[in-house]
């Protein structure tokens, strides 16, 4: 039985004044309580009795934090927000903690198997951990998908987990350095590229490039301490050094940014919901979001910097076999198979593109 935590923390929860009760309780039906939205989804129905929220509710659910925030926070806010901000990392590793201190399920009493994965690996690794679970009878795969950064904090926090996949080398190498995984085990397993999506609920939405400086226009982007931000910055820079753009690009581009999140998802569902006119990310998020709701512009791979993705097992891992059999599997012609379908590139057959 795979479940899943989505432990999010949008940025305008770092910039906001608290938000009222009645959103929070809103908040609640679906997470299990307050801001660190480390909830379960338990495609049994065990865990929450609303474990199966529509995708339009979730996705309204996590705007409607940043909609609450109608003002820049004062000055004198900033010590309690950054506060606030580190309380949210620990609440999210206690609640890890707590949810898989033991290596057996209360539900099922079957062992449990943590992963921490990029939440761009949403989607294949959901798809890798049911196939998992089918070669390991007796084994719950438990997936927690936040932004790199924010899951090398739960890390050093002492969350559990046993294996950690990353969506960059930045995040993987802090892992390293603190010595949170086993430096053997780590390999890379798939490549990415970034491309800008565009609102359909805008009538005149951008159609190229160069449209992204237009005045007036609203951009969403993440965060650069999120891979995907500091890739973004990465095309940002190689699009202003050339002479069909010029150095004005990136700063005219930078002036229509209107928020920064925290992990690739929000910009995505920030762009479908018309919140945005335009945002960066990778071509896999794009994957099955309906024609009607967003558009494409590419970006050439002369500015679009290759996101490489690693793998590694932790060391504090108490189910080493299994964490080794886990990337096995994502290394597997199958495991490659499914990221490949849901729109990343495998390692072993780059492709190239305009």
């Known amino acids: 039985m795979v479940r899943m935590i989505f432990a999010e923390r949008t940025a305008a929860h770092q910039r906001c004044v608290p938000q009222s009760a009645a959103a929070l309780n809103s908040l609640s039906r679906y997470s299990g309580g307050g801001l660190a939205r480390g ?24 705007l409607s934090r940043s ?12 010590y309690a927000i950054s506060l606030l901000s580190l309380l949210l990392i620990l609440v999210s590793s206690v609640a890890l903690s707590g949810c898989n201190r033991s290596t057996k399920s209360a539900t099922t009493g079957k062992a449990t198997f943590t992963v921490f994965a990029a939440a761009s690996l949403t989607q294949p690794f959901t798809q890798i951990a049911h196939e998992f679970e089918n070669q390991h009878p007796g084994t719950d795969v438990v997936l927690n ?32 350095s603190a010595s949170l995984v086993d430096s053997p085990t780590l390999t890379d397993f798939a490549n990415n590229r970034l491309v ?19 005045k007036g226009l ?22 202003a050094a050339d002479p069909q753009y010029g150095p004005s690009f990136k ?11 925290e992990n690739v998802k929000a910009v995505l569902t920030k762009v479908r919901l018309g919140e945005a006119d335009a945002g960066v990310v990778y071509t896999s998020d794009t994957v099955g979001v309906p024609s009607q709701e967003i558009g494409t512009i590419e970006v050439p791979d002369a500015f ?13 891992s108490n189910r080493k076999d299994l964490a080794k059999a886990f990337e096995a599997l994502v290394l597997s012609a199958d495991g490659q198979s499914i990221l490949q379908k849901d729109g990343l590139t495998s390692i072993h057959h780059p492709t190239t593109h305009p």
Not at 196 to 214: E, F, M
């Open 218 to 239: 609203r951009v969403d982007v993440a965060d650069p301490v999120v891979p995907v931000g500091q890739y973004t910055l990465v095309m940002l820079d190689r699009l």
């Open 251 to 261: 700063s005219g581009f930078l002036n229509n940014v209107v928020s920064r999140e």
């Open 39 to 62: 909830f379960w989804i338990d495609r049994e129905g065990t865990e929450d009795p609303h474990p199966n929220p529509p995708p339009e509710y979730r996705e309204r659910e996590i």
């Open 304 to 316: 679009n910097p290759m996101a490489s993705y690693p793998i590694a097992v932790v060391n504090k």
């Open 145 to 176: 998908f936040a932004g790199s950064q924010q899951l090398i904090e739960q890390l050093i926090q002492g969350a559990p987990a046993d294996v950690f996949a990353s969506a960059d080398h930045r995040q993987m190498d802090r892992a390293v």
């Open 196 to 214: 800008v999506i565009v609102s359909k609920k805008n009538p005149n939405p951008p159609q190229a490039l160069g449209d992204l400086t237009r």
């Open 67 to 78: 909609r609450l925030c109608h003002a820049p926070a004062q000055q004198s806010l900033h």
